[in-house]
């Protein structure tokens, strides 16, 4: 700083050459900055010295005061401080002219406190005041403290690996033990099941020799029996009766059908053994199936479906086997036939994929079949529905051969249907000969194929008509017994009612749900029926005539061919009468229909109540008193009261009114009353006429309108031959008398 000369109060610098000699008073001052100390260092449990310019702070003091304090030349109290704890303020805080600094919640570490001092005029000091303070940290604040937690962690977690290793290892052991001895298990199983395949092939194959060697012994009596049955058919034994005729014919197509079975199961068997050689030559496929399938047309112009083949303008020309072939249309056509209900629609489509494929489809508007039925119906002996009620019979051969034999051809045959709306198969064959080997291919061609086969398998599906005799009149059906005969094969029951219609009454149903409704409008003297049956069995008919207290007295009698002792008892616990096996005896048939029926006409008769003349009082009357005993009797008695005013009233309403047949009304009336509908009507007006003929209610003329009669002539006649006088005397008292 400069130095000035003050003079009575006036300042005068020196370099002005103003100088004085022994001035008043002279004064020289300088500008000095002030000084800044740090006093101590306060906590709330002790103060610490500066000297060292370090102070260390223990773990519990994390607050504390730093005190410090400045001197300055001129005006000392106007001297103000500012400070910073660097690493805790981030910038300087001015202090004022406080001389202490309060710090709470330091965290352990080293710090660097500065202060500053601000003089008079502005001058600040020229060196901070530093103190070095270090606070130490509690244990747990430590490095060591932390590098023991890590260290522990680090030994827990290699401890738990290390435990976690050893149980993996200890379960690998483990496992590896188990699937050790699973290993050998499975390879003695392996080796178990080995020898049974082999064993099984060996017995599969040796079932398949004997199976075809039986198939083949079958060929020979079956030629011996249809050859004579033909020849007696031709006439070449003398002329025979159309009874007789429909008889044969019957024995030739059932046999003609086991023969089609018998060759079915060999061609199977010789396809899977690989015997059979594919022997393709060109043909005109689409001439091929028309041919066949005209076999068909006569068949469904009587069962009145629509049946149609649809080709290509363009001849198709393929390498096929004609007589593979041909069992692949014999199957395919014969399923649609035998499923396609009357007044369905077959449609036979041939057509043409490319230059490559020919595509043959049979649709039909049949049952369909269910969606997880499809990927096996080509699989030998499946079947759809294999329950003992399904309504068409069949093996489960035919479409497996199918499939085989259409694999022969290189071809490939699917399925699709819509369960109650159709079904179509879909046979794909490759066109050309590219895909034939040598050996599978003929010299020559084949323009036509044989019809034979076709024709006789539209026989087969169903040749007998189901045309049955006229009824007989009312009078003649109530004395003869009636039997009724239900059988789902309409052969069956053309032959039981040839031998049984000459001394009974037969009536026929295809199904058990039809007999059943047969048995209760009906009401026969007996029921013959197959097990065996769609809709309702033979067990569950039975159990429903023992179930109902109208048909419960009707005897039955059981055809089946399960000749097993658990299927007679099964029978005979549902409550039939008689048990026979297919192939019965028609003569024991007849005698044990003959025996039942007799044995229920002697009961009858036994337990039946004496008649008595008709009295006055109407007693003896037929349908009077505890003769009446029968429900459908009661109501017929019923009706008859409530309309014998009616002259036109007569059997046909009286029927209809008590919700039975008229042929089932007069067998009735004869078993419960011995006597005609029409006669207790006649009885039951009489009755009437009398009582009012003595209470005195009418003349003799309009009582006779009154119940009925259009003749008085034919009233007085009647009431005479009941009563033994004439109406006006019984009306006059002549009842007495009488």
Not at 18 to 41: S, Y
Not at 242 to 265: C, E, M, T
Not at 306 to 325: K, L, M, N, S, V
Request: hydrophobic letters at 40%.
């Amino acid at each position: 700083p400069a130095v000035k000369t003050v003079v009575g109060g006036m300042c005068f610098p020196r370099f002005l050459g103003v100088g004085l000699v022994n001035p008043p008073v002279a004064l020289r001052l300088e500008r000095t900055p002030p000084l800044v100390h740090i006093v101590w260092v306060e906590s709330a449990d002790s103060t610490f010295d500066v000297a060292g310019g370090h102070v260390v702070l223990p773990p519990a003091d994390r607050r504390f005061t730093v005190t410090y304090t400045g001197i300055g030349m001129r005006h000392p109290g106007a001297i103000t401080f500012r400070y910073r704890l660097e690493g805790v303020d981030p910038d300087w805080i001015d202090g004022g002219v406080e001389h202490r600094a309060a710090y709470t919640n330091v965290k352990p570490g080293t710090y660097t406190f500065r202060v500053q001092a601000l003089g008079f005029g502005g001058v600040r000091s020229e060196r901070d005041a530093v103190l070095t303070l270090t606070v130490e940290p509690r244990f747990h604040e430590t490095p060591w403290f932390l590098l023991c937690c890590l260290l522990l962690a680090a030994g827990a977690l290699y401890s738990g690996y290390r435990w976690r290793v050893r149980r993996l290892v200890a379960h690998e052991a483990e496992l590896n033990v188990l699937v050790g001895k699973r290993t050998e298990e499975l390879r003695r199983e392996k080796e178990i099941v080995a020898a049974q395949a082999e064993a099984l092939a060996a017995l599969d194959e040796a079932k398949s020799r004997v199976f075809a060697n039986i198939s083949h012994e079958f060929r020979t009596p079956l030629t011996l029996i249809l050859g004579p049955l033909e020849d007696v058919q031709d006439g070449q034994h003398g002329p025979v009766t159309d009874a007789i005729a429909r008889q044969v014919r019957s024995a030739i197509v059932n046999g003609r059908r086991l023969l089609r079975l018998v060759n079915q199961l060999l061609d199977v068997s010789r396809l899977e053994s690989g015997r059979i050689e594919l022997e393709a030559r060109e043909v005109d496929l689409g001439f091929f199936v028309e041919r066949f399938a005209q076999a068909f047309v006569p068949y469904a112009d009587s069962k009145r479906l629509q049946f149609r083949y649809e080709a290509p303008e363009r001849p198709i020309r393929a390498w096929i086997d004609p007589e593979q072939f041909e069992k692949v249309l014999t199957n395919l056509l014969g399923n649609a036939f035998k499923f396609t209900p009357e007044e369905g629609s077959i449609v036979v489509r041939l057509a043409r994929d490319g230059e490559e494929m020919a595509i043959l489809t049979v649709e039909d508007d049949g049952p369909g079949i269910a969606a997880e039925h499809l990927p096996f119906v080509f699989e030998r002996f499946y079947q759809a529905d294999a329950s003992s009620v399904r309504r068409q019979p069949g093996t489960g051969i035919g479409l497996a051969l199918v499939k085989h034999l259409v694999g022969l051809h290189h071809g490939t045959i699917a399925v699709e249907s819509e369960p109650g709306r159709r079904t179509v198969f879909s046979v794909r064959i490759p066109l050309g000969k590219a895909h034939l080997r040598e050996e599978e291919t003929v010299d020559g061609s084949f323009e036509s194929p044989w019809e034979e086969p076709a024709t006789a398998l539209a026989d087969e599906i169903r040749f007998e008509s189901r045309e049955t005799p006229a009824p007989a009149r009312e009078e003649e059906a109530a004395a003869r017994a009636t039997v009724l005969v239900a059988d789902d094969n309409a052969d069956i029951r053309s032959y039981v009612r040839a031998h049984l219609g000459s001394r009974f009454r037969v009536v026929e149903a295809a199904d058990g749900r039809e007999a059943l409704e047969r048995i209760r409008s009906e009401l026969p003297d007996l029921v013959v029926s197959d097990v065996m049956m769609p809709e309702l069995d033979g067990f569950g008919l039975c159990r429903a005539i023992r179930e109902d207290p109208e048909t419960d007295f009707v005897p039955v009698i059981l055809l089946t061919a399960r000749a097993s002792g658990d299927s007679r008892i099964e029978g005979l616990l549902t409550g039939a009468d008689d048990y026979l096996t297919k192939p019965f005896d028609v003569r024991e048939l007849e005698v044990r229909v003959e025996n039942l029926i007799a044995s229920r006409g002697r009961l009858k008769a036994r337990f039946a109540a004496p008649a008595v003349p008709p009295g006055a009082d109407g007693s003896g009357v037929p349908g009077v008193g505890p003769h009446g005993t029968d429900e459908v009797i009661l109501r017929a008695l019923s009706v008859i009261d409530a309309r014998l005013a009616e002259d036109d009233f007569d059997v046909d309403e009286l029927a209809s009114s008590v919700g039975v047949g008229r042929t089932s009304l007069y067998r009735r009336f004869a078993d419960h009353l011995g006597t005609s509908p029409m006669d207790v009507v006649w009885s039951r007006r009489l009755v009437r006429a009398a009582d009012l003929l003595a209470a005195g209610q009418g003349t003799v003329s309009e009582v006779a309108y009154g119940v009925g009669f259009k003749s008085v002539a034919h009233f007085c006649n009647r009431f005479k031959d009941a009563y033994g006088c004439t109406p006006a005397m019984y009306a006059r008292g002549g009842r007495d008398a009488s």
